[in-house]
T-cell receptor, first 113, second 115 residues
Protein backbone atom coordinates (compact mmCIF):
# COMPACT_ATOMS: atom_id res chain seq x y z
CA UNK A 1 0.00 0.00 0.00
CA UNK A 2 0.95 3.65 -0.27
CA UNK A 3 3.28 5.04 2.35
CA UNK A 4 3.46 8.52 3.83
CA UNK A 5 3.86 11.13 1.12
CA UNK A 6 5.20 14.65 1.44
CA UNK A 7 5.33 17.61 -0.88
CA UNK A 8 7.25 19.38 -2.12
CA UNK A 9 10.34 17.22 -1.94
CA UNK A 10 12.52 20.31 -2.12
CA UNK A 11 11.78 23.96 -1.42
CA UNK A 12 14.05 26.96 -1.80
CA UNK A 13 12.73 30.23 -0.44
CA UNK A 14 13.96 33.66 0.49
CA UNK A 15 14.29 34.82 4.06
CA UNK A 16 11.06 36.40 5.25
CA UNK A 17 8.75 34.42 2.97
CA UNK A 18 6.08 32.00 4.20
CA UNK A 19 6.20 28.32 3.23
CA UNK A 20 3.71 25.47 3.43
CA UNK A 21 4.74 21.84 3.64
CA UNK A 22 2.24 19.06 3.08
CA UNK A 23 1.96 15.56 4.51
CA UNK A 24 -0.38 12.78 3.42
CA UNK A 25 -0.36 9.97 6.02
CA UNK A 26 -0.93 6.27 5.45
CA UNK A 27 -4.64 5.53 5.05
CA UNK A 28 -6.19 4.61 8.39
CA UNK A 29 -3.41 6.17 10.45
CA UNK A 30 -5.00 8.65 12.81
CA UNK A 31 -1.77 9.74 14.49
CA UNK A 32 0.45 12.16 12.59
CA UNK A 33 3.77 13.66 13.62
CA UNK A 34 6.07 16.35 12.28
CA UNK A 35 9.80 16.28 12.97
CA UNK A 36 12.70 18.44 11.83
CA UNK A 37 16.17 17.16 11.00
CA UNK A 38 19.01 19.64 10.89
CA UNK A 39 22.78 19.32 11.07
CA UNK A 40 23.10 21.19 14.30
CA UNK A 41 20.08 19.89 16.19
CA UNK A 42 19.59 16.36 14.93
CA UNK A 43 16.02 15.03 14.83
CA UNK A 44 13.52 17.13 16.78
CA UNK A 45 9.83 16.64 17.40
CA UNK A 46 7.63 19.51 16.30
CA UNK A 47 3.94 18.63 16.62
CA UNK A 48 1.62 15.63 17.03
CA UNK A 49 -1.99 15.10 15.97
CA UNK A 50 -4.18 12.26 17.20
CA UNK A 51 -7.68 12.02 15.81
CA UNK A 52 -9.87 14.87 17.00
CA UNK A 53 -7.83 15.58 20.11
CA UNK A 54 -6.04 18.87 20.60
CA UNK A 55 -2.60 18.65 19.00
CA UNK A 56 0.58 18.44 21.07
CA UNK A 57 2.44 21.56 19.96
CA UNK A 58 5.14 21.34 22.60
CA UNK A 59 7.95 20.93 20.06
CA UNK A 60 7.25 23.96 17.89
CA UNK A 61 10.32 26.23 18.14
CA UNK A 62 8.53 29.56 17.76
CA UNK A 63 5.16 31.08 16.99
CA UNK A 64 6.22 31.35 13.36
CA UNK A 65 5.51 27.63 13.10
CA UNK A 66 1.98 26.27 12.92
CA UNK A 67 0.29 23.16 11.62
CA UNK A 68 -3.18 21.98 10.89
CA UNK A 69 -4.77 18.72 9.95
CA UNK A 70 -7.89 18.78 7.86
CA UNK A 71 -10.45 16.00 7.95
CA UNK A 72 -8.21 13.88 10.10
CA UNK A 73 -5.95 13.13 7.17
CA UNK A 74 -3.72 15.58 5.31
CA UNK A 75 -1.58 17.94 7.37
CA UNK A 76 0.07 21.23 6.46
CA UNK A 77 3.03 22.68 8.34
CA UNK A 78 3.35 26.43 7.83
CA UNK A 79 6.44 28.46 8.58
CA UNK A 80 5.91 32.21 8.49
CA UNK A 81 8.65 34.77 7.90
CA UNK A 82 11.24 32.07 7.31
CA UNK A 83 14.73 32.46 8.73
CA UNK A 84 17.96 30.84 7.59
CA UNK A 85 17.99 28.66 10.71
CA UNK A 86 14.73 27.10 9.49
CA UNK A 87 16.72 25.33 6.77
CA UNK A 88 16.33 21.62 7.47
CA UNK A 89 14.60 18.46 6.36
CA UNK A 90 11.02 18.34 7.61
CA UNK A 91 9.81 14.79 8.16
CA UNK A 92 6.26 13.63 8.62
CA UNK A 93 5.31 10.30 10.20
CA UNK A 94 2.06 8.51 10.88
CA UNK A 95 0.91 5.59 12.98
CA UNK A 96 -2.19 3.63 13.89
CA UNK A 97 -4.14 4.94 16.91
CA UNK A 98 -2.67 2.37 19.23
CA UNK A 99 0.30 1.58 17.07
CA UNK A 100 3.79 1.67 18.40
CA UNK A 101 5.58 2.22 15.14
CA UNK A 102 5.75 5.51 13.29
CA UNK A 103 6.24 5.33 9.54
CA UNK A 104 8.03 8.23 7.92
CA UNK A 105 7.64 10.02 4.63
CA UNK A 106 10.56 11.00 2.39
CA UNK A 107 10.77 14.49 3.86
CA UNK A 108 10.83 18.02 2.48
CA UNK A 109 14.22 19.67 2.17
CA UNK A 110 13.81 23.37 2.95
CA UNK A 111 16.54 25.85 2.13
CA UNK A 112 16.10 29.46 3.22
CA UNK A 113 18.42 31.86 1.43
CA UNK B 1 13.00 14.04 30.13
CA UNK B 2 14.23 11.08 28.17
CA UNK B 3 17.57 10.94 26.39
CA UNK B 4 19.12 8.61 23.82
CA UNK B 5 22.89 8.30 23.45
CA UNK B 6 24.66 6.80 20.47
CA UNK B 7 28.39 6.99 21.09
CA UNK B 8 29.60 5.74 17.70
CA UNK B 9 29.48 8.50 15.08
CA UNK B 10 30.82 6.10 12.44
CA UNK B 11 31.39 2.38 12.04
CA UNK B 12 32.98 0.21 9.38
CA UNK B 13 32.18 -3.45 8.80
CA UNK B 14 33.22 -5.97 6.20
CA UNK B 15 30.53 -7.43 4.00
CA UNK B 16 29.01 -10.63 5.46
CA UNK B 17 30.22 -9.87 8.97
CA UNK B 18 28.03 -8.94 11.93
CA UNK B 19 28.07 -5.49 13.50
CA UNK B 20 26.68 -4.03 16.71
CA UNK B 21 25.50 -0.43 16.95
CA UNK B 22 25.32 0.90 20.48
CA UNK B 23 22.41 2.72 22.08
CA UNK B 24 21.84 3.70 25.69
CA UNK B 25 18.81 5.52 26.99
CA UNK B 26 17.77 7.40 30.06
CA UNK B 27 14.24 7.67 31.41
CA UNK B 28 12.52 7.43 34.76
CA UNK B 29 9.42 5.92 33.15
CA UNK B 30 8.83 2.17 33.34
CA UNK B 31 6.74 1.91 30.19
CA UNK B 32 8.43 2.78 26.92
CA UNK B 33 9.30 1.50 23.48
CA UNK B 34 12.67 1.44 21.77
CA UNK B 35 13.10 1.68 18.02
CA UNK B 36 15.79 1.55 15.39
CA UNK B 37 15.48 3.37 12.10
CA UNK B 38 17.71 3.31 9.03
CA UNK B 39 18.25 6.41 6.94
CA UNK B 40 19.97 5.82 3.58
CA UNK B 41 21.40 8.67 1.57
CA UNK B 42 17.99 9.14 -0.03
CA UNK B 43 16.82 10.55 3.31
CA UNK B 44 13.80 8.42 4.14
CA UNK B 45 13.59 6.97 7.66
CA UNK B 46 12.98 3.24 7.45
CA UNK B 47 11.66 1.40 10.50
CA UNK B 48 13.77 -1.65 11.37
CA UNK B 49 12.85 -3.06 14.76
CA UNK B 50 10.90 -2.37 17.97
CA UNK B 51 11.33 -3.50 21.58
CA UNK B 52 8.84 -2.81 24.35
CA UNK B 53 10.12 -2.24 27.85
CA UNK B 54 8.06 -5.16 29.16
CA UNK B 55 9.09 -7.57 26.43
CA UNK B 56 11.15 -10.37 27.95
CA UNK B 57 12.50 -11.66 24.66
CA UNK B 58 14.88 -9.67 22.50
CA UNK B 59 13.22 -8.51 19.29
CA UNK B 60 14.35 -9.95 15.98
CA UNK B 61 13.44 -9.01 12.41
CA UNK B 62 15.29 -10.96 9.77
CA UNK B 63 18.97 -9.97 9.94
CA UNK B 64 18.25 -7.39 12.65
CA UNK B 65 18.11 -8.15 16.35
CA UNK B 66 17.91 -5.87 19.34
CA UNK B 67 20.09 -6.71 22.32
CA UNK B 68 17.92 -5.29 25.11
CA UNK B 69 19.51 -5.00 28.55
CA UNK B 70 16.98 -3.19 30.70
CA UNK B 71 19.08 -2.93 33.85
CA UNK B 72 21.88 -1.31 31.87
CA UNK B 73 19.41 0.78 29.84
CA UNK B 74 20.91 -0.33 26.59
CA UNK B 75 19.26 -1.34 23.32
CA UNK B 76 21.99 -2.25 20.87
CA UNK B 77 21.19 -3.15 17.27
CA UNK B 78 22.89 -6.20 15.84
CA UNK B 79 23.01 -6.61 12.07
CA UNK B 80 24.09 -10.05 10.96
CA UNK B 81 25.67 -10.88 7.60
CA UNK B 82 26.14 -7.24 6.57
CA UNK B 83 25.33 -6.29 3.00
CA UNK B 84 26.51 -3.32 0.95
CA UNK B 85 22.97 -1.97 1.04
CA UNK B 86 23.19 -1.69 4.82
CA UNK B 87 25.43 1.36 4.44
CA UNK B 88 23.37 4.19 5.96
CA UNK B 89 22.74 6.26 9.07
CA UNK B 90 21.13 4.35 11.92
CA UNK B 91 19.07 6.06 14.60
CA UNK B 92 17.99 4.70 17.95
CA UNK B 93 14.79 6.24 19.31
CA UNK B 94 12.49 5.95 22.30
CA UNK B 95 8.85 6.72 22.97
CA UNK B 96 7.03 6.71 26.27
CA UNK B 97 3.73 4.85 26.56
CA UNK B 98 2.19 7.62 28.64
CA UNK B 99 2.20 11.33 28.10
CA UNK B 100 4.16 12.59 25.14
CA UNK B 101 4.04 10.11 22.28
CA UNK B 102 6.74 11.67 20.13
CA UNK B 103 9.99 9.85 19.43
CA UNK B 104 13.23 11.03 21.01
CA UNK B 105 16.16 10.24 18.75
CA UNK B 106 19.84 9.69 19.29
CA UNK B 107 22.45 11.44 17.17
CA UNK B 108 22.88 8.46 14.89
CA UNK B 109 25.67 6.14 13.72
CA UNK B 110 26.90 6.12 10.14
CA UNK B 111 27.59 2.55 9.08
CA UNK B 112 29.74 1.80 6.06
CA UNK B 113 29.87 -1.75 4.74
CA UNK B 114 33.05 -2.53 2.85
CA UNK B 115 33.29 -5.20 0.12
Amino acid sequence: GAGVSQSPSNKVTEKGKDVELRCDPISGHTALYWYRQSLGQGLEFLIYFQGNSAPDKSGLPSDRFSAERTGGSVSTLTIQRTQQEDSAVYLCASSLPSGETQYFGPGTRLLVL
Amino acid sequence: AQKITQTQPGMFVQEKEAVTLDCTYDTSDQSYGLFWYKQPSSGEMIFLIYQGSYDEQNATEGRYSLNFQKARKSANLVISASQLGDSAMYFCAMRLYTGRRALTFGSGTRLQVQP
